[in-house]
């Protein structure tokens, strides 16, 4: 047998014996979904899913609510809505009493996810707190302490929430955003330090079937295709007379839909006409004619002609 396709047999019976070995598993608190849940659920949303979203949402769902702890990669391009679906999911763990931690590869993305969540939890009794390593040594002992008390249902952090001195009360649900930016060992540590909880990975990486089977093989996927309508799309389709009213952008909805238009931008002298509308509408090349009191720069001068003249 040639190297490479046992490599590839080995490879695959490891990730069948791993699916084996998490199935045999049993979570000591099953979430149940009834009546209370759902209005939780409801309560926290700003606005109506898409259908991806809803069959992301009823696979992570139907996860949660079985002995076996869930092993799922949640994948949907940027702006498909996957936080809002992992969130659900939270409100599901959290309504049944369990924990959640959510970890970000970086402070950035971290308090993004934190501000996101607070914000749509701000209705709720919901205890959320942030765990990174720019915070001071007493922030970061108050949100440990909180979490190994059961305080702090929801935590938001990068790679801090794998240190040692971090103890959950009820870890439930494992959210991990990006997560080819992380290592085995760190999502299997994170997940150590709970009650066998379910897992829930997400990443925007476009991932074919074929090589999310063979590399993911112990994980189940979800793919969110499409993504929810934009507001100013709503506002534009909505209300075409304003559009060609005072205030409009020519060439906005065409610079959109990829075609040519006026794209302008801000500056600080006033509106400045980007380089491909300037060459897309007359043939010139860019030069100072968009800001005003500035005469436009020509490219065939004088001194232009006389050269090629002497070539």
Request: charged fraction near 20%; proline fraction near 7%.
């Amino acid at each position: 047998m040639p190297l490479i396709l046992e490599e590839f047999l080995l490879f695959q019976v490891g990730l069948a014996l791993r699916r084996r070995s998490a199935a045999s598993e049993q979570k000591p608190l099953v979430p149940a979904v009834d009546d209370r849940v759902r209005a939780a659920a409801r309560a926290v949303l700003p606005f109506a899913l898409t259908a991806g979203q809803r069959q992301a949402l009823a696979d992570i769902v139907a996860d949660m609510v079985r002995p076996a702890p869930m092993q799922r990669l949640l994948q949907g391009d940027v702006g498909a809505g996957k936080t809002i679906v992992a969130l659900l999911a939270a409100v599901v763990a959290m309504e049944n009493g369990l924990q959640v931690a959510l970890m970000a590869p970086t402070e950035i993305l971290a308090e993004q996810h934190y501000l996101t969540v607070r914000r749509l939890l701000a209705a709720s009794a919901y205890q959320i707190a942030l765990l990174t390593g720019a915070g001071t040594g007493a922030q970061r002992r108050h949100v440990r302490d909180g979490l190994a008390s059961g305080r702090v249902q929801f935590v938001v952090g990068t790679h801090a929430l794998v240190q040692e001195a971090v103890a959950f009360s009820r870890l439930g649900l494992v959210v991990v955003d990006e997560q080819h930016r992380f290592g085995v060992l760190q999502r299997a540590v994170l997940r150590a330090k709970g009650w066998n909880p379910d897992v829930l990975v997400m990443t925007a990486t476009p991932i074919p079937r074929t090589l999310a089977l063979t590399l993911y093989g112990d994980l189940d996927v979800s793919v969110i295709r499409g993504a929810p309508p934009r507001a100013d799309a709503n506002r534009d389709a909505g209300a075409p007379a304003v559009a060609q009213g005072r205030g409009a952008r020519p060439g906005a909805a065409g610079a959109r839909r990829g075609t040519p238009g006026l794209h302008r931008v801000p500056a600080r002298g006033g509106v400045v006409e980007s380089r491909r509308a300037r060459r897309d509408g007359d043939g010139r090349p860019p030069g100072g004619g968009g800001l005003p009191g500035v005469p436009p720069r020509r490219c065939c001068t004088d001194g232009c002609a006389r050269r090629r003249r002497t070539a």
